[in-house]
Structure formats: C-alpha cells, structure tokens
C-alpha cells in the first residue's frame, strides 16, 4: 500500500493545522492507522492511532489537542491538531498494519511524511 501525507506547514504556537494521508489499495478499511513524528535529534514517536473498528488512542502529549480520525470510504485518516506548541515541529507520517485474525502483524507501511514548523 501507498500512502501520502499532507497538511504540514508552518504554524504559529497555538495554531492549528489538519493532516491527512491517503492510501492506495481496497484494504484500507483493515487496517490500523497511526500517526508517527520524528522531530529534528529526537527518536520517532507515536502520535495517535486508530483500529479499524475505530479504537483510538493517543499518546498522552497529544490527548486533549489531536483528534485522529478515519474516512474508511474516502481511504484517508486525518489528524486535527489544535493548539500547537513548538515541541510539536516534527515530520509526521501515516502508517498503515494489517495484522491477521490471530494478531499476527502482516505488513507495516509507511509513508514520506508531512512537515509541521511550530514557529512565531
């Protein structure tokens, strides 16, 4: 599977910015979809996730201000990001795992990322 990000920008702290990632393929509604960032010296992070039964979770720097979201018949999961702080400047990417009945992980795909510049 594709997929490509977009959305990233350059925002002022306390901003908001919407990305989104689209996937390629007629799998789209079996799969986990994170976001992911790697900020500049820092090591990659999980931002938010969400089960194709629509399970969600978020990191505990992003609950209350990131909302992820899925449109299983557009292929696309979103994340809204309010209230943005300088510590947020990452690259952000999509990733998409399809895992068997059993649990068993079949496949992890990643996508190029997006850029987000928390700046004044």
């Known amino acids: 599977v594709q997929l490509q990000a977009s959305g990233g920008g350059l925002v002022q702290p306390g901003g908001s910015l919407r990305l989104s990632c689209i996937a390629s393929g007629s799998r789209f509604r079996l799969y986990d979809m994170s976001w992911y960032r790697q900020a500049p010296g820092k090591e990659r992070e999980l931002v938010a996730h969400?089960?194709?039964?629509?399970?969600?979770n978020y990191e505990d720097f992003a609950r209350g201000r990131f909302t992820i979201s899925r449109d299983n018949a557009k292929n696309t999961v979103a994340l809204q990001m309010n209230n943005l702080k300088p510590e947020d400047t990452a690259v952000y990417h999509c990733v998409a795992e399809e895992y068997s009945p059993a649990g068993i992980q079949r496949g992890e795909f990643w996508g190029p990322g997006t850029l987000v510049t928390v700046s004044s």
């Open positions: 969400i089960t194709p039964e629509f399970y969600i």
